[in-house]
């Protein structure tokens, strides 16, 4: 309950469409921000099915963060709103948790980590506006991934 009222909170963000959108063979990744870390979040968006997120990681370091599929629950009758819960794992230990809250047409609208290390969660849902977007693309243009 704490965990949906937290999650409640947090502004709702839109996305593009991943369908709509040509990456010409780069992995797409929705990119979000913090007003509480310099990092980005990028999770990738090539698998529509956002109970099987596998690829997450973050700008710069760009180490992929290993995730083992929780919980999901929905808010809402019919669920306008459903939270996916991830365990992180490093050598087979849960080391946090990245709740994802996604809208009914499958678009990640904001996350939040949290871990015993942490005083306190890590939101992640401010887009990226079109001139920062541009900036990480081309630190990413090697890299084979791309924000949208």
Known sequence: ???????????????????????????????????????????SVANSEPDQIQDVMYFPHLKKINLSYDSAMGVGNPPLLIHYSYFEMIKEKQTGEYTFAVNKDNKILFAVYTSPQLSMPISFGIQLNLARKEALNRKLANQLRTCI
């Open 1 to 43: 309950m704490k965990k949906i009222l937290m999650l409640a909170g947090f502004s709702v963000f839109h996305i593009a469409s991943v369908q709509a959108a040509n990456y010409s063979g780069k992995i797409p990744y929705q990119c979000l921000a913090s007003t509480q870390t310099n990092t980005i979040l990028m999770i």
